[in-house]
T-cell receptor, first 117, second 113 residues
Framework: DAGVIQSPRHEVTEMGQEVTLRCKPI?????LFWYRQTMMRGLELLIY????????DSGMPEDRFSAKMPNASFSTLKIQPSEPRDSAVYFC???????????????FGEGSWLTVV | KNQVEQSPQSLIILEGKNCTLQ??????????LRWYKQDTGRGPVSLTI?????NTKSNGRYTATLDADTKQSSLHITASQLSDSASYIC????????????FGAGTRLFVKA
């Protein structure tokens, strides 16, 4: 299996522009997670889906952020409009079971490095 | 307050030496604790997962311990290799109706030849 695939790997955009990050989870995984990682705040869970349905979006920082999962093999994280403080690495991850399930392994993608100038 | 604290913040060791990383948490109710390894520029990779009843879990040269009474975990790396240079992140999950995970800030390990 190719693992969790994210695109783009790197993006530099101007403040105010719309940014769309994409993710293809591992086939057969029922859970998909979006994380953000910064030096200041470390790793943060933004939102997760179960069977394409958003379950908990309490980590989404504000209304400028939105995530969708139209089908089992694709998800997007959108920032509109983007701001410099959104600069971070955004990770997508997937797993067979819920994150709190013991014995469950969560597989991360390689991340999308976003810089907003 | 649910928190995960890791120490040290960074560590430099010589190749071949052992080291131990610490994770203290105040998360409740506790579900499980995970250690991840994150190489520079890559996504985190799971090393171990432990539940309340597990005291030790090994993955090759990595051994994690958990003391649920004192709410402490450690990750011991034996005979370190240059490839062990990475950030090690401790993550604790809460056993709630939904689920919440609390991430530690990580320990940055440098293994030198």
């Amino acid at each position: 299996d190719a693992g969790v695939i994210q695109s783009p790997r790197h993006e530099v955009t101007e403040m105010g522009q719309e940014v769309t990050l994409r993710c293809k989870p591992i086939s057969g995984h029922d859970y998909l997670f979006w994380y953000r990682q910064t030096m200041m705040r470390g790793l943060e869970l933004l939102i997760y889906f179960n069977n394409n349905v958003p379950i908990d979006d309490s980590g989404m920082p504000e209304d400028r952020f939105s995530a969708k999962m139209p089908n089992a093999s694709f998800s997007t994280l959108k920032i509109q409009p983007s701001e410099p403080r959104d600069s971070a690495v955004y990770f997508c991850a997937s797993s067979l079971m819920a994150q709190f399930s013991s014995g469950n392994t969560i597989y991360f993608g390689e991340g999308s490095w976003l810089t907003v100038v | 307050k649910n928190q995960v604290e890791q120490s040290p913040q960074s560590l430099i060791i010589l190749e071949g030496k052992n080291c131990t990383l610490q994770c203290n948490y105040t998360v409740s109710p506790f579900s499980n604790l995970r250690w991840y390894k994150q190489d520079t520029g890559r996504g985190p990779v799971s090393l171990t997962i432990m539940t309340f009843s597990e005291n030790t879990k090994s993955n090759g040269r990595y051994t994690a311990t958990l003391d649920a009474d004192t709410k402490q975990s450690s990750l011991h790396i034996t005979a370190s290799q240059l490839s062990d240079s990475a950030s090690y992140i401790c993550v604790v999950s809460r056993n709630t109706g939904g689920f919440k995970t609390i991430f530690g800030a990580g320990t940055r390990l440098f293994v030198k030849a």
